[in-house]
């Protein structure tokens, strides 16, 4: 009768001459509970941790491929690579045009170096070689470099598209605007 009743001690029970329930407590047990509960209370933290992660999106914070790089005065004759590191391309100014040449290499899409002294875009992985165009000239490359979509803004400054990229110099609409306006801007 004793034992079912919850509110009855231990010890009332074992004077009573009822058996206790479970291991002694000696120090040994007592170790091995405490790693029990640490192990239960780690597991559902870090359960309560990941779970409100389940109900947030799973998205990717990628930069602009619309942006405007200024006007085309701002460039000198050459290969600019200031927007090398926020937008992966190069401003590429000739004298009678402005281009946009994306850095991705074409054999294995790494990002080349820009060796003025040699007049170059040189590859570091496998040792692709692109002239200042972009055309691929030594090296494992399958083709030229890929140019960006540029346009003129109805403020001058110069817009670049880089998913609207252009394969390699098969077509070169996406220079023929700002050659078109290039003279009017000097």
């Known amino acids: 009768m004793l034992a079912r009743l919850p509110w009855v001690r231990p010890k009332l029970q074992a004077a009573a001459g009822l058996a206790t329930a479970g291991p002694e407590p000696s120090e040994i047990n007592q170790r091995r509970r405490r790693l029990v509960w640490i192990a239960v209370t780690g597991f559902l933290g870090a359960w309560f941790i990941a779970f409100p992660s389940f109900f947030l999106p ?22 600019d690579t200031k927007w090398q590191q926020k937008y992966r391309i190069w401003v590429d100014r000739t004298p009678d045009r402005v281009f946009v040449v994306y850095a991705r290499c074409t054999h294995l899409g790494c990002t080349p ?74």
């Open 58 to 79: 799973r998205t990717l914070f990628e930069p602009p491929t619309l942006f405007k790089i200024g006007y085309p005065s701002d460039y000198a004759l050459g290969v």
């Open 113 to 186: 170096d820009w060796k003025a002294s040699e007049n170059k875009f040189k590859c570091p992985c496998h040792g692709s070689g692109y002239d200042s165009e972009g055309v691929n000239f030594e090296g494992p490359a399958p083709r030229p470099m890929d140019r960006a979509h540029v346009e003129l803004a109805p403020d001058g400054q110069i817009i670049v598209d880089t998913p609207g990229s252009i394969s390699g110099l098969r077509d070169n609409r996406a220079t023929s605007v700002i050659r078109d306006h290039f003279c009017r801007c000097n």
